[in-house]
T-cell receptor, first 113, second 109 residues
Framework: EPEVTQTPSHQVTQMGQEVILRCVPI?????FYWYRQILGQKVEFLVS????????KSEIFDDQFSVERPDGSNFTLKIRSTKLEDSAMYFC???????????FGSGTQLSVL | EDQVTQSPEALRLQEGESSSLNCSYT??????LFWYRQDPGKGPEFLFT???AGEEKEKERLKATLTKKESFLHITAPKPEDSATYLC??????????FGQGTELSVKP
């Protein structure tokens, strides 16, 4: 069964460093998303991406965040200068349509020290 | 403001003891209500989509129902392997999938 894959599964970084989280969405999906989940809290929307541009973003997704689809298969989330409060599990997701079910990856646990 | 509230926060059942989880939502223009299952350290796994009041979906021991203001996830004769966090989510008009905080279900043998 097709699945969304994310790498790395764990990332430890120092505050102020840049990190790139990587995702390979399901191949025939057109919509791509990043969500995050701080330990013990809700799954929160960060950004949606369609047709090579951001279609929606949350207030969390400020200038420190960016997304890119560098080729036909990868979808990345970059955090330019990490903060302690960026520590969370980051989930990539994809779907066939804008209001369709999302398929989630297993997540990248980001720890900012 | 668009909002999803789930109750209870945690539910402990004995194997075979049926129960229901609740999801109340406030959203302008419902475009779908989704139930997901999340195991520790994993991403949410899709269970059901419901689009209109009165709709019901079933899968094994799970049954999801929808009214104009809430959804229920009924669990019939649960087994220990049903232990997980169950998440409810709705699309708002902006196209964001908004999640509730989840119900952590524990089923003891």
């Amino acid at each position: 069964e097709p699945e969304v894959t994310q790498t790395p599964s764990h990332q430890v970084t120092q505050m102020g460093q840049e990190v790139i989280l990587r995702c390979v969405p399901i191949s025939n999906h057109l919509y791509f998303y990043w969500y995050r989940q701080i330990l013990g809290q809700k799954v929160e929307f960060l950004v949606s991406f369609y047709n090579n541009e951001i279609s929606e973003k949350s207030e969390i997704f400020d200038d420190q965040f960016s997304v890119e689809r560098p080729d036909g298969s990868n979808f990345t989330l970059k955090i330019r200068s990490t903060k302690l409060e960026d520590s969370a599990m980051y989930f990539c997701a994809s779907s066939t349509g804008g209001n369709e079910k999302l398929f989630f990856g297993s997540g990248t646990q980001l720890s900012v020290l | 403001e668009d909002q999803v509230t789930q109750s209870p926060e945690a539910l402990r059942l004995q194997e075979g003891e049926s129960s229901s989880l609740n999801c109340s939502y406030t959203v302008s223009g419902l475009r779908g209500l989704f139930w997901y299952r999340q195991d520790p350290g994993k991403g949410p796994e899709f269970l059901f989509t419901l689009y209109s009041a009165g709709e019901e979906k079933e899968k094994e021991r799970l049954k999801a129902t929808l009214t104009k203001k809430e959804s229920f996830l009924h669990i019939t004769a649960p087994k220990p392997e049903d232990s997980a966090t169950y998440l409810c989510a709705v699309y708002n008009q902006g196209g964001k999938l908004i999640f509730g905080q989840g119900t952590e279900l524990s089923v003891k043998p």
